[in-house]
């Protein structure tokens, strides 16, 4: 309902459903689980494949908070970083602290 106030977002384990296209560019870490048993990884990879190109994305970089996070750059300054992990439907430790950095790196015009 009010997604102009926020200035990024990062979910977690989450799919996108037909609702696409009513997002607009915004900054996205989203972090995945390749064994996730609740929200199917090839469904969050389908995610952070749509935002990347909502975002107008560029080629991927290793992000400098973790080896396994992956740095989109966009054209129209809404990156997205996309998180993924072995693990299943759980937050590794230290995620808590990339996504604060990450939200302290973004801020609205």
Not at 61 to 83: D, F, H, N
Not at 104 to 109: A, D, N
């Amino acid at each position: 309902m009010r997604g102009d106030q926020l200035a990024a977002v990062a979910p977690t384990a989450a799919a996108i459903v037909a609702s696409l296209g009513k997002l607009t560019p915004k900054p996205v870490l989203h972090l995945a689980g390749q064994n996730d048993a609740s929200v199917k990884f090839p469904w969050q990879q389908e995610a952070i494949d749509k935002l990347r190109q909502l975002n107008e994305c560029g080629a991927g970089q290793v992000w400098e908070q973790a080896q396994w996070c992956t740095l989109y750059p966009s054209k129209l300054g809404a990156p997205v970083v996309a998180c993924i992990h072995p693990g299943g439907h759980e937050t590794p430790p230290g995620c808590s602290a990339m996504i604060a950095k990450f939200f302290k790196e973004q801020s609205l015009p």
